[in-house]
Structures are given as structure tokens and as C-alpha cells.
């Protein structure tokens, strides 16, 4: 006897996507972007065989702007997309990205005719981060982006901070694994 798969999933037959676990439209084939890294430090980038450029008067592409142009590419298709980067030396890394998650704004509306209460922030800086990584800022109740230099903040309300009985914060690197545990000011 042979054994039946315990799900099927069919392709939507206007569009040909199936629907993932996670939510996420993900295509039949998926849009296939290559990062061809020169000697010099610049890229040159494609999806799907379509060169990308970037902005006009902008400079090239150069390999800190990985994580722009990922956001950029799977931020348009709000699909995953599989990445393939060439390296100088010959080596290729292939991975499957997915689109980065929204930020809802986790701020209460005031109710009407009230006037909104200042906040104020706390925040613990960390260095030796991956320039563009998300960083979690555990409990995690939010994510911040690492700043070009490989800093990262986390940036939370007074009340946020009290959840927590030891008044700690980490701020953790998705990419680098970078952490970072300490008391914000």
C-alpha cells in the first residue's frame, strides 16, 4: 500500500502561486537574482536575467549594498526570491530570501478630543553588527536595522521596559549573531 501525502497544495489558477505555511504567496518558480561581486567591491545585479540598477546619480552598487537591494527586490514582489552571489574568488553562496516583515506602529491611538501623551524613550546601542541586518530587540516586541557602520539601537517606551523584571534588553543579530545585553538609558 502506498502511503498518501498527508496535504496537497494546488497552484491558484489565475496567478500559479501556491500558499506557504508562513502565509506568504510563493510563487511555482521563483524570481532568481544574482549578485556578481567584482574585484573592486562593486556588484553588478539581476533578477531574472534584467540587469538592476541603481537610482540614477546614485554610485554602484558595492557589497554594503546588499541588504538595500534585497529589501528593494523582495520588498516589489512581497514573494521570496532565491539569491545567488558570485564572489571574486569563483565560490557562489545560493539562499531563499523572504520579504522582510511589516512594522506595525505599536502606538494606541488617543482616544478623540485628547491630546497624545509624550513618550519617552530608553534606548542600549551595540556595535559589530552586520551593516542592514535586523536586529531584535528582545522581549522581542520590536526589530530596529542595523545603521551602515554595524550599530544598532533599540529604541522603547518606559512602559515597554517595565514589562521586564530585570530592566535588561537585548538586542540580537539575525545575520551576524551578534548580542548584546545591557540596561537602556
Known sequence: MKARPRYHRTPNPETGETEGDSGVAVPVVLPHA??????DGTMTVTLDQ?????EPFAPPWQRGSFPAIIDQLTGQRRTPIRV???EVDGSVFTDIITPARHRADQ???APSGEAEPAVRLVG???AGFVPGEDVAVALVIAYSDAA???TARGLLTRAD???TPTGEVALIGRISGTTVIG???
Do not use: I, K, Q, Y
Request: charged content about 30%.
Open 34 to 39: 544574482v549578485f556578481t561581486v567584482h574585484e
Open 50 to 54: 534584467t540587469v538592476v540598477e541603481p
Open 84 to 86: 545567488e552571489v558570485r
Open 107 to 109: 502606538r494606541e491611538p
Open 124 to 126: 542600549l546601542h551595540g
Open 148 to 150: 551602515p557602520d554595524g
Open 161 to 163: 521596559l517595565a514589562r
Open 183 to 185: 540596561h537602556p538609558e
